[in-house]
């Protein structure tokens, strides 16, 4: 008996054994991309002035305050005379007329008219000792007027400008061969805090003679600004603005840096018609229009 066909080796392949032609099933990994350059980081500071006067009333707020009064004067118990004023004295005189000047601004001109019957000498007699104890009081000084000088001038670098209103610096640089309008703002240093890199950028380009104060740590807005030249966004980074909120207590700019050209305190109104449009997308929600 032969044992040829027992002692045959199989042909059967291992299983470590690879095929060395690629199945054409396999998928092909797509080519790597070029990452894009990290964001450029950059601190902005919003500076504030605050108003410095009130704002005038009005129409309807004035007729409200003037409703309000008459009620209040129509309710009113009566003032004892007798108890905080020296009977003939001149301090009861000048309240007395005061009073009367109250009364008939809150029900009118002719209010108490026909009760109140005093001679001439004795109405100019008051007048002449009231007017001596506003004068010996300081009251017959004239009021400062609401309007400042700057506003009829349109000296757009005094504080003192647009006093109902809150004003913000801008500064005046060149970019790209043109003149923009921008806040302070500069680059974020490595290991720096966002609101450290905002009062030192403030400081380098605004000077240290400003008593000024962030608000927070933490940013107001961001404003992301991406190259303008698309053949160069691939190379060229993106910037992201942080912004912060300050306030002016005292001092006034001082350019030190030599690419800000000129600076300005402007209002809301008057920002958007300086900055670029997309600039003011990004800002006009954190500004006071008032």
Not at 4 to 20: I, K, M, N, W, Y
Not at 40 to 61: D, K, S
Not at 171 to 181: A, E, H, S, V
Not at 193 to 213: I, K, P, S, V, Y
């Amino acid at each position: 008996m032969s044992l040829t066909g027992v002692l045959q080796p199989l042909c059967r392949s291992l299983a470590t054994e690879v095929s060395s032609q690629p199945s054409s099933s396999t998928p092909i990994p797509p080519p790597r991309t070029k990452r894009p350059p990290r964001p450029q980081l950059t601190a902005a500071v919003i500076l504030n002035r605050a108003p410095t006067i009130t704002r005038t009333p009005t129409l309807f707020e004035r007729a409200y305050y003037a409703y309000q009064a008459r009620i209040r004067r129509a309710l009113h118990n009566p003032f004892p005379l007798d108890f905080y004023f020296k009977q003939g004295s001149l301090l009861e005189t000048q309240f007395t007329m005061e009073e009367k000047k109250r009364e008939r601004r809150a029900f009118g001109p002719k209010f108490n008219e026909q009760e109140e019957f005093v001679s001439k000498e004795k109405a100019a007699a008051d007048k002449a000792a009231a007017d001596q104890l506003a004068l010996q009081e300081g009251e017959s000084e004239d009021l400062m007027p609401r309007v400042h000088e700057s506003d009829g001038a349109r000296d757009y670098h005094s504080l003192d400008r647009k006093g109902k209103r809150n004003i913000y610096l801008l500064l005046q640089t060149r970019l790209d061969g043109k003149d923009i309008w921008r806040f302070p703002q500069g680059s974020v240093e490595k290991g720096e805090l966002l609101h450290q890199a905002a009062q030192r950028d403030l400081h380098a380009e605004c000077g240290e003679n400003m008593d000024t104060w962030i608000v927070s740590r933490n940013p107001v807005g961001v404003l992301k600004v991406a190259p303008q030249d698309i053949s160069t966004a691939e190379t060229k980074p993106e910037e992201i603005i942080f912004f912060f909120k300050g306030h002016i207590m005292a001092g006034q700019v001082k350019l030190h840096s030599k690419v800000i050209s000129d600076f300005a305190w402007l209002t809301k109104q008057e920002i958007q018609t300086r900055v670029e449009a997309a600039y003011w997308e990004g800002v006009k929600d954190i500004l006071s229009d008032y």
